[in-house]
C-alpha cells in the first residue's frame, strides 16, 4: 500500500516562508507526475504547482514567481518551496503523486498566513 506523508505546514507571518514535504512510503515501482494542490472551505481543490519526471514544472498564475516545487526521485518526495506568503495563501495543501501507476494523495496540511 503506497501512502503520501506530508509535513512542513504552520503558521506564518506574511512574507514569509515555508517549505512543504511529501514522502511517498511502501513498495513503490513507478512515480511519474507530482504536484500540489491546495482548498479552502467553500471551493474547490486548486491545481499550484506540477512536476514531470523529467522535472519539467508548470505553476498556477497565482504563486507564480513566489513557489518552487522540486522533486528528489531517489526519495520519492515532491517538495514546496512557499516564499513572500500572503494572507490568500492560507489553505490545506495536499500533494499528489502518480505512484504504481495510480492517483495518490497526502492527508493535507494547513498553512496559515497571519501577523
Known amino acids: 500500500q503506497v501512502q503520501l506523508v506530508e509535513s512542513g505546514g504552520g503558521l506564518v507571518q506574511p512574507g514569509g516562508s515555508l517549505t512543504l514535504s511529501c514522502a511517498a512510503s511502501?513498495?513503490?515501482?513507478?512515480?511519474?507526475?507530482m504536484g500540489w494542490y491546495r482548498q479552502t472551505p467553500g471551493k474547490q481543490r486548486e491545481l499550484i504547482a506540477t512536476?514531470?519526471?523529467?522535472?519539467?514544472?508548470n505553476y498556477a498564475d497565482s504563486v507564480k514567481g513566489r513557489f518552487t516545487i522540486s522533486r528528489d526521485n531517489a526519495k520519492n518526495t515532491v517538495y514546496l518551496q512557499m516564499n513572500s506568503l500572503r494572507p490568500e495563501d492560507t489553505a490545506v495543501y495536499y500533494c499528489?503523486?502518480?505512484?504504481?501507476?495510480?492517483?495518490?494523495w497526502g492527508q493535507g496540511t494547513q498553512v496559515t498566513v497571519s501577523s
Open positions: 511502501g513498495i513503490i515501482f513507478s512515480v511519474n507526475d
Open positions: 512536476i514531470t519526471r523529467g522535472e519539467n514544472t
Open positions: 499528489n503523486m502518480e505512484a504504481n501507476w495510480r492517483d495518490r
